[in-house]
């Protein structure tokens, strides 16, 4: 992360934590982009607050697993627009289904149905999975999260990526043999997530942070 100063607490965001969260790094960034963070494991505690981050490492079925007590209270935060950020697993528990729960022999997994889509793992060969390292976003829908940062990179890991149903809910895409969808936002835009990890990702993710805390203060 950046070593430029935090600044002044504009927001007050519930950083969500199931088990799966990289909650110390994640924390330390939105404070730094000027959020007041408390990190949570009551659902309830997601009602007042300027905005939500669901953050996530692991597979997609202990995800939702882990997450099942928070599923109402997700659904309640983006019924009524308060900024819900996903990253990483975050992001792809906003979708509707994964083909990895299939892979590992889990079955059908429900997510959480915010973004229409499936997640969906890369399948080109010659293709070194998981996708690790730093990539490049190519803005392709106006969202105030990607406001300064297209062509800036990014830091990926993942073996799956996010296959909307509507193209229109691709706010920003990465070339990794083919542009797959890194960042992904539902219609109004309230609900969203990045596929990699904006707390990694050095000026670029401290930016998108700053964006997400500004959209919460505007909300």
């Not at 904006?198 to 805390?213: A, Q």
Request: aromatic fraction near 8%.
């Amino acid at each position: 992360m950046s070593t430029q100063s935090s600044r002044e607490t504009v927001a007050d965001v519930v950083v969500v934590d199931y088990g799966l969260g990289n909650l110390r790094s994640v924390t330390r960034g939105l404070e730094r982009a000027g959020a007041h963070v408390a990190v949570s494991d009551d659902p309830d505690d997601l009602d007042d607050a300027d905005g939500v981050v669901l953050p996530g490492v692991g597979a997609f079925g202990d995800g939702m697993e882990n997450a099942g007590p928070f599923r109402d209270a997700l659904d309640e935060v983006a019924a009524s627009e308060t900024p819900l950020f996903g990253i990483c697993l975050g992001m792809q528990m906003l979708l509707d289904t994964s083909e990895e729960a299939d892979r590992e022999g889990q079955g059908d997994v429900d997510g959480l149905g915010l973004v229409p889509g499936t997640n969906v793992r890369f399948d080109d060969p010659a293709l070194k999975v998981p996708h690790m390292g730093w990539n490049e976003l190519h803005v392709e829908r106006e969202h105030p999260l990607v406001a300064g940062v297209d062509g800036e990179y990014a830091y990926f890991v993942h073996s799956y990526y996010a296959d909307p149903d509507d193209d229109g809910h691709v706010v920003a895409t990465t070339d990794y043999g083919a542009d797959f969808p890194s960042i992904v936002a539902n219609d109004d835009g309230t609900v969203f997530g990045t596929q990699f990890h904006p707390e990694k990702s050095g000026e670029t993710g401290l930016r998108i942070l700053r964006n997400f805390v500004d959209l919460c203060a505007e909300s």
